[in-house]
């Protein structure tokens, strides 16, 4: 059975840091992308960022790609998410989630997103 477990979640001054990590568990092939979501009060899930589990391509949303890393360490199965320059309106509860490795036009396919963690709430103050 596949599990995503968040880690890493907690109050932060607007300009600080965190990493959030997701423990990855029961999955029997790498051919999977993970991927990081956030969803802030009264608003929709949005996907952030991915990485693959087979050899680590990366992608981003414009609106992170210059604050945010994601990373995977096999080893440890685990994927973090380093978040720098935080702002207010990055508070959220994040998940880490799991799809099949598809891309289209260079974008993962959000929807595809089946497999999810608990969530894990930051919130940045100002």
């Known amino acids: 059975e596949v599990q995503l477990v968040e880690s890493g979640g907690g109050l932060v001054q607007a300009g600080g840091s965190l990493r959030l990590s997701c423990a990855l568990s029961?999955?029997?092939?790498?051919?999977?992308?993970i991927g990081w979501f956030r969803q802030a009060p009264g608003k929709e899930r949005k996907g952030l960022s991915c990485?693959?589990?087979?050899?680590?391509?990366?992608f981003y949303v414009d609106s992170v790609k210059d604050r945010f890393v994601v990373s995977i360490d096999n080893a440890k199965k685990m994927v973090y998410l380093e978040m720098h320059s935080l702002k207010p309106e990055d508070t959220a509860v994040y998940y880490c989630?799991?799809?099949?490795?598809?891309?289209?036009?260079?974008?993962?396919?959000?929807?595809?997103?089946?497999?999810w963690g608990q969530g894990t709430q930051v919130t940045v103050s100002s």
């Open positions: 029961g999955f029997t092939d790498n051919d999977y992308c």
């Open positions: 990485i693959t589990i087979s050899d680590g391509s990366t």
């Open positions: 989630a799991a799809s099949p490795s598809v891309f289209i036009g260079g974008s993962p396919v959000w929807s595809m997103f089946g497999y």
